[in-house]
């Protein structure tokens, strides 16, 4: 028997001669609500504006370009995307944010969100501006900061933040956790390894001067990991890493997390990461959804039943304690989300063929 007192806090589990008055039976497995530990809530107008399987360069040169197509108001957008993944299960959000406009569905949530304003910048020259800016940007974030929102700074990705922009970054105080998009494309890979690729032809359509960029004859995350030496870091999609990228992450002074978006890799690449040489590896796993411009829906139980689909072999508590209990480790919020610890809110799912939100 699960105990919870009238707001949903989980006061002790017992066997049902302790468990007093006002027992509800349920038929399947109870676990706390979902964490999302990856969305993008600002890119929800974009449901079906992008075309599946492009590529992720191609995919990037679409959204900075229709970024203001959709046919939904974006703030009405955000906030029917929320309220869905509160429907689904979700209590807990990593959710990225270039700008302050999730500010407003994020005042009055039930969901907590930790929102991770993403900086970027190829040039050097450029690195001071870009990051004033998204210091401006956490700041506005930082005001709603409290019981249901925390903020930290964050690289995009390897290939769009100059040195010095990542050397700011990672010396910004009071930051954690951190999360960079990972090896989501080979053309990452290959943009470090030798310069070349379909990186260049986006840097191009842009006019972005990577006259600074110096390949490094390596995979990208041994370019950027040791600048975040002591930190928390949430690695995100890592569609095209390695055996031995994953022991180089692991050989480094830092608590790595690795977080998975099944459906949008799929959508994008068309591919989906490793996950059995990451379970091989005994990385931290986590999941997340990215945003509706990649995937039908913000829903981690749809991202659980694409991996076992692929990956039948795993079991599912295994699954369930990613998409809950590591979710919240990742995010920084296990005393309160995850589990059914005493003390916690994380909410009650009831999973049986789908999921049903009992609180």
């Known amino acids: ?85 509160w429907n689904a299960g979700v209590n807990a959000v990593g959710d990225i944010s270039n700008g302050d406009s999730s500010l407003p569905p994020k005042k009055n949530s039930t969901l907590y969100f930790h929102t991770f304003v993403e900086c970027m910048g190829v040039a050097d020259a450029g690195a001071e501006s870009r990051y004033q800016y998204s210091l401006g940007v956490l700041e506005a974030f930082r005001q709603i900061n409290g019981r249901l929102h925390q903020c930290s700074l964050v690289p995009h990705a390897p290939y769009s933040v100059s040195k010095t922009l990542f050397e700011k970054l990672a010396a910004t105080p009071d930051n954690t956790p951190v999360s960079i998009h990972n090896q989501e494309t ?19 359509t842009f006019n972005m001067d990577i006259s600074g960029f110096e390949p490094t004859g390596g995979n990208s995350i041994e370019a950027y990991l040791p600048y975040f030496a002591g930190q928390k870091l949430l690695l995100v999609h890592n569609t095209f890493t390695s055996e031995a990228d994953i022991r180089f992450a692991q050989s480094q002074p830092l608590e790595t997390w690795w977080c998975l978006c099944p459906n949008a890799n799929l959508y994008i690449e068309d591919r989906l990461p490793d996950i059995a040489l990451l379970r091989k590896m005994n990385c931290n796993i986590a999941i997340g959804t990215d945003s509706l411009a990649s995937n039908h829906q913000l829903s981690v139980w749809e991202e659980i039943k694409t991996i076992r689909a692929h990956f039948p072999g795993i079991p599912l508590e295994e699954l369930l304690r990613w998409a809950t209990s590591n979710g919240a480790a990742a995010l920084g919020i296990s005393g309160r989300y995850g589990s059914f610890t005493p003390g916690s809110q994380p909410g009650v799912l009831l999973l049986n063929e789908e999921v049903t939100r009992l609180f």
């Open 186 to 204: 080979a053309a990452e890979n290959q943009l470090f390894g030798s310069k070349t690729g379909d990186f260049m032809q986006f840097y191009a």
């Open 1 to 85: 028997m699960l105990l919870l007192d009238e707001s949903g806090v989980v006061t002790g589990i017992t066997d049902e001669s302790a468990a007093g008055e006002a027992i509800r039976e349920v038929d399947g497995i109870l676990l706390p609500g979902f964490v999302n530990t990856h969305c993008h809530l600002e890119l929800s107008h974009m449901k079906g504006v992008i075309p599946e399987k492009t590529g992720l360069p191609a995919f990037l040169t679409q959204v900075m370009q229709r970024r203001a197509s959709g046919a939904a108001d974006p703030q009405a957008a955000m906030a029917t995307a929320a309220q869905a993944m």
